[in-house]
């Protein structure tokens, strides 16, 4: 016979322990699965455990208002809290904590207003902790990126140190003052070799004699129309003459300078000549007389001339030491440069700016020097260490290329405007008097007082600018030009 006990509740007890010592609640029919648990605030059934906030660490990031409830335990999670402000804003925000029975915005609270550096780029990078290994030292930057998120430095563009083709060049002369050698658009290579002129043709290496001066004379200058279809001859006996050079015939003569014709430019319509005479002659060919003007201004030999791109300045280079700028409107130089303390053979304008002008000076000078023909300022002047014999500024790239006499004898590529070398080039073995540029923009070729015309890759295409090839549009080897 059972209990009345176990009847009723339908459990088997413990001697001893009745229905009130175990405290049971009753649940609705329908079985929710959940517990009613107590938070600090109230009391609330919920599917989720809630977990108690007293204890977290809300104040120190100013996420809760008022002091916690709870003290917080001594060691692990005040160091991590330090820890971890002083990894994120730098050692200098460190500061003890305020204990929970001191007066409440206490200097000392690491989040009181009188901390001023908070949320601020840091310019001292002394502050940061040079041990850690999250210290704005190690990652680079003090805004948080690294160093290995920005590019890596372009590597600088190589050129081929050896020139790729040498022609034998006989009886070319080694006389500063002369300009024997020019490269047409129609890509023909013009060389002066005593009394004559030969054409040498890139594109299959074919040569053609185009003239023969005679014994009395002999060739100082010579340059292709822009075209490239007609080439200017100047003479040792003052003379210049123009030929058609595809089919080596003389097209005119004319005559004006009382001696050698040392120097030749074209632009557009006009040819220009300068001579040892220390005059500038302006020809015509459309015209009937000889030349259509005459500039003076040179105390001595001209022995350089260039036009600018847009044909509105003339610059000429003499051995007065003088850089003269002139414009079609005046007979008199618009600037009178004179800075160099040698010959100024080299110049050259820039394509890529208006008004850009540079000049070389020879051995007692040694200096490219920039000038801003609009205000006569110079801009830079670098000592290169030898004479200046050469300078031709490239139409694919902000670069230029000059060649050099006394002592080196050296081709050497400088990026403008930093003048910064890109190579040296060695190979003549005496200076380097002549220089041209292909029309492509990539190849140059130089002449020297050892007989020989080399060819060298310098310059990168127009369309990609990658490193020039050591192989170029000819084949290694040695020929010779007549």
Request: charged share 20%.
């Amino acid at each position: 016979m059972e209990s009345p006990q176990k009847t009723k509740t339908g459990l088997n007890l413990p001697a001893g322990m009745n229905q009130t010592s175990l405290r049971l609640e009753t649940f609705s029919s329908s079985f929710r699965g959940i517990s009613t648990l107590s938070s600090p605030s109230k009391s609330t059934c919920s599917d989720r455990f809630i977990p108690c906030r007293s204890s977290s660490r809300l104040h120190a990031f100013d996420l809760q208002d008022k002091e916690p409830t709870t003290p917080v335990k001594e060691g692990g999670n005040e160091t991590y809290s330090r820890l971890l402000k002083s990894e994120l804003f730098g050692s200098d925000f460190v500061s003890p904590l305020s204990s929970p029975a001191g007066g409440q915005g206490s200097a000392s609270s690491p989040m009181s207003p009188c901390t001023s550096n908070m949320l601020r780029f840091k310019t001292d990078r002394s502050n940061s902790s040079p041990c850690s290994p999250f210290s704005p030292s190690i990652l680079g930057n003090d805004n948080g990126l690294s160093s290995d998120s920005s590019p890596p430095p372009k590597p600088p563009r190589k050129v081929p140190k050896t020139s790729h083709k040498v022609l034998d060049a006989p009886s070319l002369q080694d006389d500063f003052y002369l300009n024997v050698v020019d490269w047409s658009s129609q890509n023909v290579l013009a060389v002066g070799l005593g009394t004559c002129v030969y054409l040498w043709t890139a594109s299959n290496s074919k040569v053609t004699k185009l003239c023969d001066l005679g014994p009395n004379d002999s060739v100082c200058s010579l340059q292709w129309t822009r075209e490239g279809s007609y080439i200017s001859v100047g003479t040792s006996h003052g003379q210049v003459q123009v030929w058609d050079g595809t089919q080596c015939k003389r097209v005119r003569t004319m005559g004006g300078h009382q001696t050698r014709t040392g120097v030749l430019a074209w632009n557009s319509r006009i040819l220009s000549s300068g001579s040892r005479d220390r005059n500038i002659l302006q020809h015509d060919i459309r015209v009937q007389s000889d030349y259509v003007s005459k500039l003076v201004g040179h105390k001595s030999e001209v022995c350089g001339l260039k036009w600018s791109h847009d044909d509105r300045e003339l610059a000429s280079g003499g051995n007065d030491n003088q850089l003269l700028v002139w414009n079609n409107h005046s007979q008199q130089p618009i600037l009178k440069l004179t800075e160099h303390t040698a010959a100024v053979k080299a110049i050259t304008w820039s394509p890529h700016q208006s008004s850009l002008l540079a000049s070389g000076g020879g051995t007692a000078d040694r200096c490219i020097r920039f000038w801003n023909t609009t205000n006569g300022h110079q801009l830079n002047s670098i000592d290169t260490g030898s004479q200046v014999c050469n300078l031709a500024w490239s139409k694919n790239v902000n670069e230029i290329v000059s060649t050099h006499g006394y002592s080196q004898n050296q081709i050497m590529l400088w990026k403008y405007p930093s003048m910064a070398k890109v190579a040296t080039l060695t190979g003549h073995s005496m200076r380097v008097l002549y220089l041209a540029t292909s029309p492509d923009g990539q190849t140059i070729v130089t002449g020297a007082g050892d007989e020989t015309l080399r060819f060298w890759n310098v310059f990168p295409s127009v369309k990609m600018q990658t490193p020039v090839r050591d192989t170029g549009l000819w084949s290694l080897g040695r020929t010779q030009i007549r």
